[in-house]
């Protein structure tokens, strides 16, 4: 971790144990403390753009999972990651 982000957490979890807290929770305060609301935004639009185009398989994996955490609401469950993840391959 950066000396950035090993502060956060050290008062995150001054304040409220994390182990109550769910993923949701966590990634909405990581997000505000490290995300302006315009970069989540830019971001969520990346992702709903997003297609392979001349990436490998492994490379599309990878930034699709990236940029699929600020679209979770796009993505509610495992299997919509999945169709949506395969209906942009090639």
């Not at 990634?27 to 490290?34: A, D, G, I, P």
Request: hydrophobic share 35%; glycine share 2%; charged share 30%.
């Amino acid at each position: 971790m950066t000396n950035r982000a090993q502060s956060w957490w050290e008062v995150i979890q001054s304040k409220r144990d994390p182990r109550t807290w769910t993923w949701s929770e966590f990634k909405r305060q990581f997000e505000m403390q490290f995300f302006s609301s315009y970069q989540c935004s830019i971001n969520e639009q990346e992702f709903l753009a997003f297609k392979q185009g001349d990436m490998s398989v492994l490379e599309y994996e990878r930034r699709f999972h990236d940029l699929s955490l600020f679209a979770s609401q796009f993505i509610a469950t495992k299997q919509h990651m999945i169709d949506r993840l395969r209906d942009e391959l090639h």
